[in-house]
């Protein structure tokens, strides 16, 4: 009898499903279309009113779940979870799948460019060597912020005179799931 019960509990245990995270709903008529899907990638994620980290969150997902993208942004998606309710989730803690870029006016995916390269300038010191900077590009391409990280020349002067050359730099910045994203540009000037 004991054998029977504890078979009947394994099968019981093996026959439950598991469970699975539900997949966005159809699309129903009248109802905006989705460009393609989004992957929660963090533990828990709060699913916000309005695009910014203080705006009331409406809900939670879990990583795993999968929600429709209306909207692909640099920082926050706007997204339709399986009840219909729109919100945003932070684009970093999601992976985009099948997002269509067939979307008129919508650029391919790209790399950064220059559309102006620095001019490097010239000096009296007689210090030699590789300064490195590491200068802060916003999605319009213009350099917000500089810092030398490396100076092997010995000559403070050298470093703040590269920082100041990448700064009059501007970029075409990269292009990601339609949308251009920040970036961090290492510029390494010989002198």
Known sequence: MKGLLLFTLIFAACSTPT????????????????????????????VRREASASADVIAQVRKGERLALLSAADEWDRIRLGTGEVGFVSAQHVIREGVSRS??????????QFVK???????????????TVEANVDVRGNVTSARAVNNTTGDEALGVLAEREIRQAKFSPPIRNCVPKAFIFTYKRSF
């Open 117 to 131: 390269t620095p001019t490097p300038a010239f000096s009296d010191s007689s210090a030699h060597g590789i300064v």
């Open 19 to 46: 469970p699975h995270p539900p997949a966005p709903q159809p699309e129903v008529p009248g109802q905006e279309q989705a460009i393609g899907t989004v992957k929660v990638s963090a533990n828990t994620l709060n």
């Open 103 to 112: 979307r008129r006016g919508c650029p391919a995916d790209t790399d950064y």
